[in-house]
């Protein structure tokens, strides 16, 4: 029962929204970096950090500080969504946020100077490539099902880590997002609040369990995410641009700009491959360094074979 009332407050709340959305026109209007075309209400993402306090509510005494880290990212994203905000304010919050995950972690306590740089590095990174990843529709919500689901069954099955309620609301927003999102012209968009909300939240669940397992493959429930932003940023490198620049560079912008993919296929592609590397590492018996040989030469493989031929045949 406490999941049918969840979803139709996650419902309510996405309603409400978008009525709000409309009359304060927090519209996300499109421009030549778009893979959209029509004016579409942006910010709906909101409903995974309402999802995030009201599994909160009972357990906020437990998971407090990663509670809170989400509300600080989620207002500077929510704000710079709607306003210029400056690149040192943003990142000054983002470490706020993660800061507060460590301490959460006890990994101040527990961790060499080094890999507590390290962590930062790869944390911010991971925040900033997932708002990245959301320019089609249907992809956050999608891939972001197939990471919480993998993170869930490892909770459920092999190494309890956290309240499942902390991973099954965040998944029925999900659910109630793509619902307005998962069609051919998108109702609403997640908006930074989105992405880099469930990024920050998926986050703190992977460090979580990484600390607490030992095992750092359970990374690699990023890794098609990952490989698209690394060889992305490699390419944008080797191009001579300013990788914080918007682009369409991205391997699933040239599936959907270039070949005119659809959007919610390339989604479904994305988030299908993900489940399958997620299942590989999870029952793979090999060793951790071929493990993450084989979840991502494969990938690695594609994108560098693949992706210039459909760049050069959409040229021409």
């Known amino acids: 029962m406490i999941y049918i009332t969840v979803v139709l407050l996650l419902f309510a709340g996405m309603l ?6 409309n009359k304060y026109l927090i519209i996300d209007n499109p421009n030549d970096r778009s893979s959209h075309s029509t004016p579409t209400v942006r910010g709906g993402g909101i409903i995974f950090v309402l999802s ?3 599994a909160g509510v009972s357990y906020y005494t437990d998971y407090g500080l990663a509670i809170i880290g989400t509300l600080l990212i989620a207002t500077i994203s929510f704000l710079d969504d709607n306003i210029n905000i ?8 983002h470490l706020l946020a993660v800061t507060l995950l460590f301490v959460y972690d006890q990994v101040f306590n527990d961790l060499p100077v080094w890999a507590i740089i390290a962590l930062y590095i790869l944390v911010v990174g991971i925040i900033n490539a997932y708002n990245f990843m959301d320019g089609i529709n249907g992809i956050t919500g999608l891939y972001s099902l197939a990471v919480l689901g993998s993170l869930q069954y490892v909770n459920l099955l092999l190494f309890p880590f956290i309240e499942p309620d902390m991973i099954w609301f965040p998944m029925l927003a999900c659910l109630v997002f793509l619902y307005f999102n998962l069609r051919k012209k998108a109702l609403v968009f997640a908006g930074d609040i989105g992405s880099i909300s469930m990024a920050f939240w998926i986050s703190f669940l992977l460090l979580d369990l990484i600390l607490k397992s030992g095992n750092w493959l359970y990374i690699l429930f990023l890794t098609v995410y990952g490989v698209d932003t690394v060889l992305t940023i490699i390419h944008r490198l080797i191009l001579g641009q300013n990788i914080f620049e918007a682009h369409r560079l991205h391997f699933y912008q040239v599936l959907v700009n270039d070949k005119k993919i ?3 296929l390339v989604a479904l592609i994305y988030a299908f491959l993900q489940i399958i ?3 590989f590492v999870i029952k793979s018996g090999l060793s951790p360094v071929y ?11 594609i994108y560098i074979t693949m ?7 959409s040229i021409k």
């Open 52 to 54: 995030i306090l009201l």
């Open 86 to 93: 400056s690149r040192l304010l943003r990142f000054s919050f």
């Open 16 to 21: 409400l929204y978008i009525k709000l959305a």
């Open 307 to 313: 992706k210039p031929k459909l760049m050069q045949q």
């Open 262 to 264: 659809s959007h919610r």
């Open 291 to 301: 493990t993450f040989l084989v979840a991502t030469l494969f990938l690695v493989i």
């Open 277 to 279: 590397i997620s299942v």
